[in-house]
């Protein structure tokens, strides 16, 4: 246990204390104290001087010292009645307060709030840790020493290009001097790109754990603090520390918050997010390429940072870290079930399947999920069913079941659900629906229809786009044929549909009347799933021609819809029945009716990555 540190401050107030405590006690001990009626006697004798007269009481000294002390007090009695006492012969005095305690406390109480008040701000305005104010510029950096950093590349899955990049970073730290053999020089900063969840943070401290050197870790909302210039200070001491301990990594995480583009504040140069970042770019033109430190910064907006930490000799290599693949996705899983008892039956390739668009952190909650999920039901191990509830929690939300319907509703709903897996089967030929449900889940789903893809797609056809829109819109088209009317269960369905048409319109020129052109910039959604609209540069003509073209396309993937539904009017009716009373169909329940549909082409619409459908 290590002993308490002795802090000056409460020896400041202790040592104060003390000094006044026995400044007011000799103070009360040097001064006599002696009744009135005696006073006057003295007076009359003229054994004393320099009287001061106060309202209530009189101070004085004596001629002669008595008993050691050279002043008296005494209290004042009002003359008309000494005057009496005096003539009748009586002795009588003032009442004296002898204790010392008021004093105390007009002198110590006020010294001891001033001091708890002075300690409180110090420790609220230098979070930084033990030093008070003057720690406050320190860097906050969390550093890992070389037996701490124990994740290493096994711990790394689905992400082999990133890692194959990083390697030539591992070789440097570990043998600076074979790599430079040649003339070659590191880059001194290595920027990972990629969607939140992809695993940045976990690849950078691999590369320290394979390396075996220390890692600096810090967040870049770290840096900036309330007083001016404490970033910049930071920065300083960072990179200090840095130089001590070489080789080694720094690692910036959320770089974006420190790296912002300057000239984006409202305060202009004076901002300190702006000082601090002119402080980094400075120590990272400062420190030697051959010392042995990398810098290390993540990012999921690298469209905000500043062109000048990207240029050469900054961040000299960017590394995507992107959304693991179907290949990925089984590797990461087979990271992550190493923890947990798997029945025989579990295939991580079909739960891969199951899991388009999902990344490492995705994967790693869907495990912990389905190991609750197999808790709950006191399960010995974890079945491939409890997957597929951890899949349905996480894409459509957690099951309402208090969530009562009328049965017309639930009907309707039913009918919905159905519509979207029939035109599915329709279009795509092969019938790859996964599951349906009319169980309500999430916030506003009454049901969902789960698709499986059958591998992961990066191109798309016009043809397949517009198959997408037809499974959009087959809810709303299977309402129209059973019941002749429109509901607004399919909002979330209308809205996914125009938006598909928009940009085949606008983005794709897949219309022909308007020529190969852009009329609208790709929004920066791979990353920060924000889309961010640039203003109209076209007339209002174009703008009038555009709304036309993505009317046609919708109205004309709706009536395609309707006529697929139509022809398959008696398939619909028996499995929204069989939907009505079982609540949810499985792939073995709905290829009974499935497999009934003709297909209409040889689009495979269910290998584009889908969405449950969502009432």
Same mark, same amino acid.
């Given at each position: 246990?290590?002993?308490?540190?002795?802090?000056?401050?409460?020896?400041?107030?202790?040592?104060?204390a003390i000094w006044i405590i026995h400044g007011v006690w000799e103070q009360a001990n040097a001064v006599a104290q002696i009744p009135y009626?005696?006073?006057?006697?003295?007076?009359?004798?003229?054994?004393?001087?320099?009287?001061?007269?106060?309202?209530?009481?009189?101070?004085?000294?004596?001629?002669?010292?008595?008993?050691?002390?050279?002043?008296?007090?005494?209290?004042?009695?009002?003359?008309?009645?000494?005057?009496?006492?005096?003539?009748?012969?009586?002795?009588?005095?003032?009442?004296?307060?002898?204790?010392?305690?008021?004093?105390?406390?007009?002198?110590?109480?006020?010294?001891?709030?001033?001091?708890?008040?002075?300690?409180?701000?110090?420790?609220?305005?230098?979070?930084?840790?033990?030093?008070?104010?003057?720690?406050?510029?320190?860097?906050?950096?969390?550093?890992?020493?070389?037996?701490?950093?124990?994740?290493?590349?096994?711990?790394?899955?689905?992400?082999?290009?990133?890692?194959?990049?990083?390697?030539?970073?591992?070789?440097?730290?570990k043998d600076p001097k074979s790599v430079g053999r040649l003339g070659a020089q590191m880059p001194k900063g290595v920027l990972l790109v990629?969607?939140?969840?992809?695993?940045?943070?976990?690849?950078?401290?691999?590369?320290?754990?394979?390396?075996?050197?220390?890692?600096?870790?810090?967040?870049?909302?770290?840096?900036?603090?309330?007083?001016?210039?404490?970033?910049?200070?930071?920065?300083?001491?960072?990179?200090?520390?840095?130089?001590?301990?070489?080789?080694?990594?720094?690692?910036?995480?959320?770089?974006?918050?420190?790296?912002?583009?300057?000239?984006?504040?409202?305060?202009?140069?004076?901002?300190?997010?702006?000082?601090?970042?002119?402080?980094?770019?400075?120590?990272?033109?400062?420190?030697?390429?051959?010392?042995?430190?990398?810098?290390?910064?993540?990012?999921?907006?690298?469209?905000?940072?500043?062109?000048?930490?990207?240029?050469?000799?900054?961040?000299?290599?960017?590394?995507?870290?992107?959304?693991?693949?179907?290949?990925?996705?089984?590797?990461?899983?087979?990271?992550?079930?190493?923890?947990?008892?798997?029945?025989?039956?579990?295939?991580?390739?079909?739960?891969?399947?199951?899991?388009?668009?999902?990344?490492?952190?995705?994967?790693?909650?869907?495990?912990?999920?389905?190991?609750?999920?197999?808790?709950?039901?006191?399960?010995?191990?974890?079945?491939?069913?409890?997957?597929?509830? +951890?899949?349905?929690?996480?894409?459509?939300?957690? =099951?309402?079941?208090? &969530?009562?319907? %009328?049965?017309?509703? !639930? #009907? @309707? *709903?039913?009918v919905h659900e159905c519509g979207h897996a029939l035109v599915s089967a329709a279009v795509s030929g092969d019938g790859k629906v996964h599951?349906?449900?009319?169980?309500?889940?999430?916030?506003?789903?009454?049901?969902?229809?789960?698709?499986?893809?059958?591998?992961?797609?990066?191109?798309?056809?016009?043809?397949?786009?517009?198959?997408?829109?037809?499974?959009?819109?087959?809810?709303?088209?299977?309402?129209?044929?059973?019941?002749?009317?429109?509901?607004?269960?399919?909002?979330?369905?209308?809205?996914?549909?125009?938006?598909?048409?928009?940009?085949?319109?606008?983005?794709?020129?897949?219309?022909?009347?308007?020529?190969?052109?852009?009329?609208?910039?790709?929004?920066?959604?791979?990353?920060?799933?924000? +889309?961010?609209?640039?203003?109209?540069?076209?007339? =209002?003509?174009?703008? &009038?021609?555009? %709304?036309?073209?993505? !009317? #046609? @396309? *919708?109205?004309?993937?709706?009536?395609?819809?309707?006529?697929?539904?139509?022809?398959?009017?008696?398939?619909?009716?028996?499995?929204?029945?069989?939907?009505?009373?079982?609540?949810?169909?499985?792939?073995?329940?709905?290829?009974?009716?499935?497999?009934?549909?003709?297909?209409?082409?040889?689009?495979?619409?269910?290998?584009?990555?889908?969405?449950?459908?969502?009432?």
């Open positions: 246990m290590k002993n308490p540190r002795f802090h000056l401050t409460y020896f400041l107030i202790a040592a104060m009626s005696e006073l006057q006697t003295l007076i009359t004798e003229k054994k004393v001087t320099d009287l001061v007269i106060e309202k209530d009481r009189i101070e004085g000294k004596f001629v002669e010292p008595r008993e050691g002390k050279a002043r008296f007090v005494t209290t004042r009695v009002e003359p008309e009645l000494a005057a009496q006492l005096d003539k009748a012969g009586v002795k009588y005095a003032g009442r004296i307060d002898n204790s010392i305690l008021p004093a105390i406390l007009s002198w110590v109480l006020p010294a001891v709030i001033f001091f708890g008040i002075w300690a409180f701000l110090q420790r609220r305005m230098a979070q930084s840790g033990p030093g008070g104010l003057l720690s406050i510029g320190n860097s906050k950096a969390k550093v890992y020493v070389e037996h701490d950093t124990k994740t290493t590349f096994r711990d790394v899955a689905g992400v082999d290009e990133a890692k194959a990049e990083l390697e030539e970073i591992v070789a440097f730290l990629g969607p939140p969840g992809t695993g940045k943070t976990l690849l950078a401290r691999a590369i320290a754990g394979e390396a075996g050197v220390p890692f600096f870790s810090m967040s870049g909302s770290e840096f900036v603090e309330l007083f001016v210039g404490v970033g910049a200070a930071r920065v300083r001491d960072l990179f200090e520390q840095a130089r001590q301990k070489a080789p080694c990594i720094i690692f910036i995480d959320e770089l974006d918050s420190l790296g912002r583009a300057r000239g984006s504040g409202f305060l202009g140069g004076h901002d300190e997010k702006e000082q601090t970042l002119n402080q980094l770019l400075a120590e990272m033109d400062g420190f030697d390429p051959t010392s042995g430190i990398i810098l290390l910064g993540a990012t999921n907006r690298p469209e905000v940072l500043d062109p000048a930490l990207l240029r050469a000799g900054r961040f000299d290599r960017q590394v995507l870290v992107d959304k693991p693949d179907r290949k990925g996705r089984t590797e990461i899983l087979k990271v992550h079930i190493a923890k947990v008892q798997l029945a025989a039956e579990v295939e991580l390739e079909k739960i891969a399947a199951l899991t388009p668009g999902f990344t490492g952190a995705d994967l790693k909650n869907l495990v912990n999920e389905a190991a609750l999920a197999a808790t709950r039901r006191k399960g010995s191990d974890i079945t491939m069913a409890d997957f597929t509830s +951890a899949v349905e929690r996480i894409v459509a939300g957690l =099951e309402k079941r208090s &969530r009562i319907l %009328d049965p017309r509703e !639930r #009907k @309707i *709903v039913a599951k349906v449900s009319i169980i309500p889940r999430g916030v506003g789903a009454l049901g969902y229809t789960i698709q499986r893809p059958t591998e992961d797609r990066y191109l798309m056809t016009k043809e397949e786009l517009e198959s997408k829109i037809q499974v959009l819109l087959g809810g709303r088209a299977a309402e129209k044929v059973v019941f002749n009317h429109l509901s607004t269960g399919a909002a979330d369905d209308l809205v996914k549909a125009t938006e598909i048409a928009r940009s085949m319109v606008m983005r794709f020129a897949m219309v022909p009347s308007l020529g190969p052109l852009a009329f609208d910039t790709e929004p920066n959604t791979f990353l920060n799933g924000a +889309a961010i609209r640039s203003e109209r540069r076209h007339s =209002e003509e174009t703008a &009038r021609e555009i %709304d036309l073209a993505v !009317r #046609k @396309i *919708v109205e004309d993937a709706f009536d395609k819809t309707i006529q697929v539904l139509t022809q398959s009017r008696a398939a619909l009716d028996e499995m929204a029945a069989a939907l009505l009373e079982k609540e949810t169909l499985d792939e073995s329940e709905l290829a009974v009716y499935l497999n009934r549909v003709a297909p209409r082409s040889s689009t495979l619409a269910s290998e584009i990555q889908p969405q449950p459908n969502s009432l």
